[in-house]
């Protein structure tokens, strides 16, 4: 039964809170540096592994691309997960830390 479970792989990019625009970071050059990819991994039996972020996560967001409507939201990641493994589509997913937004796209089938 295992070894039929589906796995996605979802490539999320980390953005840092900011009050505003002109105070992102700045690379040595003084350039703005895009976040680097980072990998989030979702299964029903194994939960989310997101590499690269130690921060708890406070909040699960499922939107709608199109429109960027907030379909569901979520404080626990078990809910999370039973709601978005039932869905059929394409959708963004926003992980909210104290620090940073996390934000991806996935398509469920």
Not at 37 to 42: G, K, T, V
Not at 50 to 73: K, L, P, Q, R, T
């Amino acid at each position: 039964m295992a070894g039929n479970e589906t796995v996605y792989t979802v490539s999320m990019q980390k953005q840092v809170k900011r009050q505003s625009e002109h105070n992102k970071s700045l690379d040595c050059e003084g350039r703005r540096t895009p976040s680097m990819p980072i990998y989030c991994i979702i299964s029903r039996t194994n939960g989310l592994n997101i590499v690269g972020i130690f921060d708890d996560i406070i909040s699960y967001e499922v939107c709608e691309i199109s429109s960027g409507i907030n379909i569901a939201s979520f404080s626990e990641e078990s809910e999370f997960l039973a709601f978005l493994l039932c869905q059929i589509g394409n959708f963004q997913i926003k992980f909210e830390t104290e620090n940073y937004t996390i934000v991806g796209y996935i398509t469920t089938d």
